[in-house]
């Protein structure tokens, strides 16, 4: 959402919302643990429903 203007939060489903939601909670508590800490398969999930809502939209 943040790297994809064209898409906004409305734009997913109830559950993609979900799964963005506690991903963004698993990052968050990874972050707590430390800088040295990977969160890029996080985000690589993230980015995945985001494609996902993107595709959607445009269709």
């Known amino acids: 959402m943040a790297d994809n203007p064209d898409i906004a939060f409305s734009d997913f489903t109830a559950m993609e919302k979900l799964q963005v939601v506690a991903l963004t909670a698993r990052m968050a508590k990874r972050?707590?643990?430390?800088?040295?800490?990977?969160?890029?398969?996080?985000?690589?999930?993230?980015?995945?429903?985001?494609?996902?809502?993107?595709?959607?939209?445009?269709?």
Do not use: M, P
């Not at 800088?35 to 494609?51: C, M, N, P, T």
């Open 31 to 59: 972050g707590a643990a430390g800088d040295g800490v990977d969160i890029s398969d996080l985000q690589r999930k993230v980015e995945r429903i985001e494609r996902q809502a993107a595709r959607r939209k445009k269709r």
